[in-house]
């Protein structure tokens, strides 16, 4: 049972918005590991975090979800990064989000998918695989607090509870 109040503007709560990002990630990784198992596995190359989305909902601030930036261990083969973007691109829209951005510099290919909640994921190959997620806004607030959202990784701060903007 949720604490938050149905009504015609519902809002994700933490709990909610946390699995969502996990599952979406292991699912992205999953996929991408599964077109290139010589990635070996991904790690987290930043930490994740619980930020202010700049919003609020009836009153409270709202929070957004930056996951870890999640690298590959060993470099992609040459060539490959297509074939990857397009795993991601299978996953991604199985799950609701659509592409949003491409863009190639350098030889580094990056892609963004987006849903429409506000969720964004981005894929970037080069030197390694890069993914992270970040959230649609959600109330801040967990009855089961998870440790971290990324697939097997080390335990990342808990989100600060709620508060009234003024």
Same mark, same amino acid.
Request: glycine share 8%.
């Given at each position: 049972?949720?604490?938050?109040?149905?009504?015609?503007?519902?809002?994700?709560?933490?709990?909610?918005?946390?699995?969502?990002?996990?599952?979406?990630?292991?699912?992205?990784?999953?996929?991408? &590991? @599964?077109?290139?198992? !010589?990635?070996? /596995?991904?790690?987290?190359? #930043?930490?994740?975090?619980? *930020?202010?989305?700049? +919003?609020?909902?009836?009153?409270?601030?709202?929070?957004?979800?930056?996951?870890?930036?999640?690298?590959?261990?060993?470099?992609?083969?040459?060539?490959?990064?297509?074939?990857? &973007? @397009?795993?991601?691109? !299978?996953?991604? /829209?199985?799950?609701?989000? #659509?592409?949003?951005?491409? *863009?190639?510099?350098? +030889?580094?290919?990056?892609?963004?998918?987006?849903?429409?909640?506000?969720?964004?994921?981005?894929?970037?190959?080069?030197?390694?695989?890069?993914?992270?997620?970040?959230?649609?806004?959600?109330?801040?607030?967990?009855?089961?607090?998870?440790?971290?959202?990324?697939?097997?990784?080390?335990?990342?701060?808990?989100?600060?509870?709620?508060?009234?903007?003024?």
């Amino acid at each position: 049972m949720s604490a938050l109040p149905a009504g015609p503007d519902p809002i994700a709560d933490q709990d909610h918005t946390h699995g969502w990002i996990r599952a979406l990630l292991e699912a992205v990784t999953s996929a991408v &590991l @599964e077109t290139q198992p !010589g990635l070996m /596995a991904f790690g987290d190359h #930043r930490p994740e975090r619980d *930020r202010p989305s700049g +919003g609020a909902w009836r009153g409270l601030e709202t929070m957004c979800h930056v996951s870890a930036l999640l690298a590959s261990a060993h470099a992609p083969e040459p060539g490959s990064a297509q074939q990857l &973007l @397009e795993a991601a691109d !299978g996953t991604a /829209a199985s799950r609701g989000l #659509r592409r949003r951005s491409e *863009r190639e510099e350098n +030889g580094v290919r990056a892609t963004t998918w987006s849903s429409d909640r506000g969720d964004l994921l981005e894929v970037i190959v080069g030197v390694r695989v890069a993914i992270r997620a970040i959230s649609a806004p959600f109330l801040p607030g967990s009855l089961r607090p998870a440790s971290t959202t990324s697939p097997d990784s080390p335990i990342s701060p808990l989100t600060p509870p709620p508060r009234r903007l003024r």
